[in-house]
């Protein structure tokens, strides 16, 4: 049976699109069948962080308006086979979603992929709620300061009320995994962020992983690497525990320190 | 002492607190105390200063916690559910056989069980030596029969000899006034309302908002910063309160709001708030009740 999962947070920034490449590119890694899409219609990037940007011809809103079939929007990534990338359209908006074209192309999907992962963009209007309404599962990104971790209980509040699990009678409800991202172990023992049990406190959800604040994210993003594809990190390492706890396997959480610059690599100054 | 009110008034100002002074011990304390106040009543008392030097008798509003909690019981509401035995005819020997063998059938179902006897529909039928016998006959098949309900003033007064008590029947206790004349108010009042009180299991969400109408509103979970509260009646929190509560909103002056860890962006009892700015520090992240004192809204920590 195939999952559907939002990677949703409320607040923009958060990472979710760098979560949602990380965590589909990290489940194909393990052999499940595994298809990302894009709901960030006119603020398209999952395909830059995916690195597929130049290979885009049909959309999600194409498939949506029936302007092409979904075999010719999916694209299967070159580095894993598993791996399929559903981008969305630049020059469209939020509109183009309608809830039936949404279902009639996740409905398609779940015949093909064990996990769908949906990228949800910021906020909480329409399309954060269709990214969100078919959800088996949810990812809350959070970062550990007072307004990501409100809009993220925000989310919950929608997730439990604006979903088909909790419109439709008899279903479980959506089941939310809080990912901390962009954890600082230096600035939270300064007291600058949240630590995880504040976090954790005001959501009360269980937590997927901490990943830590790592210059790694940024420079595979900007390479069009999903982090767990590129060279090994924490913040790589932490997202693949992750995945593992995603997939129902027992993995001890740690909390990484951030990755600073060893001697060595200071007196090469690699560069990214 | 159990607990050690911090009651606030409208400025934020601590009140004079009864059972702490000198490090004196609750008890010596209470014995300071010239009058002595049921719960729930909450008047001006005079009080002595717990300042030993200070022979000044001062007159200070005192909140009624402080001086309950020394006592040595508690009276608490109990509800429990009995078996009621519905006679619909005389209480013969043919009646007690048939009781017999259900009695027999379902032997734990009975054992010990708290039974009424319902009399409602009995008639004059049954006069007050059968009900002795009756009352005889399941005592001493172990069923703890107690009280019974409805009857005539004679089989009352017959039940009141074999030690049993009469209950008023929930329903139509109004019709029945003049029948319960003798009856506790408070008794009779009850199961006549309706409760209307809404609970919530779940953690309250940033920008949810709940409501009970009419009744009072009990959380189980946390309240989200940003998330609202709303209740005729009172509101209990059992986690943190980050977000609005607003109880009484329909004017009851008696309504209180009760939280585990109190660190609300407001609060408000018939109308009367107070913000997060406006709260003593030292009620944050407390368990608190927040209650109307005439017209000043006071949030005082437990334990």
Same mark, same amino acid.
């Given at each position: 049976m195939s999952k559907i999962i939002v990677v949703t947070s409320g607040k923009g920034g958060v990472g979710k699109t760098t979560t949602s490449a990380a965590i589909s590119a990290g489940l194909a890694k393990r052999g499940q069948k595994t298809v990302v899409i894009d709901f960030d219609v006119g603020l398209r990037n999952l395909d830059l962080i995916m690195g597929c940007e130049r290979r885009v011809v049909f959309d999600f809103i194409n498939v949506i308006q029936g302007d092409a079939k979904l075999k010719q929007a999916l694209i299967k990534d070159k580095r894993l086979e598993n791996l399929a990338v559903l981008p969305t359209s630049q020059t469209r908006d939020k509109d183009a979603l309608t809830r039936e074209g949404v279902e009639k192309v996740l409905n398609e999907l779940r015949e093909e992929f064990d996990y769908i992962i949906c990228d949800s963009p910021a906020g909480i209007e329409k399309g954060a709620q269709l990214a969100m309404y /078919? %959800? *088996?599962e949810a990812i809350v990104v959070t970062n550990p300061e007072v307004s990501s971790v409100r809009d993220s209980d925000r989310v919950l509040g929608l997730l439990n009320s604006r979903t088909r699990r909790a419109e439709q009678a008899g279903m479980e409800p959506v089941k939310a995994h809080a990912l901390l991202t962009r954890y600082d172990t230096a600035r939270v023992a300064r007291g600058e962020m949240l630590t995880v049990e504040d976090v954790l406190e005001i959501l009360a959800i269980p937590l997927l992983g901490i990943i830590p604040e790592s210059p790694a994210v940024l420079r595979a993003s900007n390479v069009g690497t999903p982090i767990v594809l590129d060279e090994p990190s924490k913040a790589g390492t932490a997202y693949e525990e992750a995945v593992a706890r995603l997939m129902g396997e027992q993995v001890e959480l740690r909390i990484a320190t951030n990755e600073r610059p060893g001697l060595f690599q200071r007196l090469f100054k690699r560069s990214a | 002492m159990l607990l050690s009110p911090c009651s606030l008034n409208e400025a934020g100002e601590s009140l004079p607190n #009864? %059972?702490? !002074?000198? !490090?004196?011990d609750g008890p010596r304390d209470r014995c300071r105390i010239g009058k002595l106040q049921y719960p729930g009543a909450r008047r001006r008392l005079r009080v002595k200063s717990s300042e030993s030097s200070s022979p000044g008798v001062t007159d200070q509003k005192i909140t009624s916690r402080s001086v309950t909690t020394v006592r040595p019981y508690q009276l608490r509401g109990r509800f429990l559910t009995a078996i009621a035995l519905r006679l619909e005819g005389a209480a013969d020997r043919r009646m007690l056989a048939e009781l017999d063998s259900q009695l027999r059938q379902t032997p734990q179902f009975f054992a010990d069980a708290p039974l009424v006897i319902d009399l409602e529909h009995a008639g004059a039928e049954v006069v007050p030596e059968d009900l002795a016998t009756l009352v005889e006959h399941l005592r001493y098949r172990q +069923?703890? #029969?107690f009280a019974i309900q409805g009857g005539s003033r004679e089989q009352k007064a017959a039940a009141a000899t074999l030690g049993l008590i009469s209950i008023p029947v929930g329903g139509d206790t109004a019709a029945k006034a003049t029948d319960l004349k003798d009856a506790p108010a408070a008794v009779a009042a009850q199961g006549s309302t309706v409760p209307a009180n809404r609970l919530i299991t779940t953690p309250v969400r940033s920008g949810q908002t709940i409501m009970a109408e009419k009744g009072d509103l009990t959380v189980v979970g946390s309240v989200g910063s940003g998330a609202e509260l709303i209740a005729a009646g009172s509101i209990h929190v059992y986690g943190q309160l980050r977000g609005r509560a607003s109880a !009484? +909103? /329909? !004017? *009851?002056?008696t309504a209180r709001i009760f939280c585990q860890n109190l660190d609300a962006e407001l609060l408000s009892i018939a109308g009367l708030y107070r913000t997060s700015e406006s709260l003593d520090s030292g009620a944050r992240k407390r368990s608190v009740q927040v209650f109307l004192q005439g017209d000043r809204l006071c949030v005082e920590a437990f334990g």
């Open positions: /078919f %959800a *088996d | #009864v %059972a702490s !002074g000198n !490090g004196r +069923v703890s #029969v !009484g +909103v /329909f !004017g *009851d002056e």
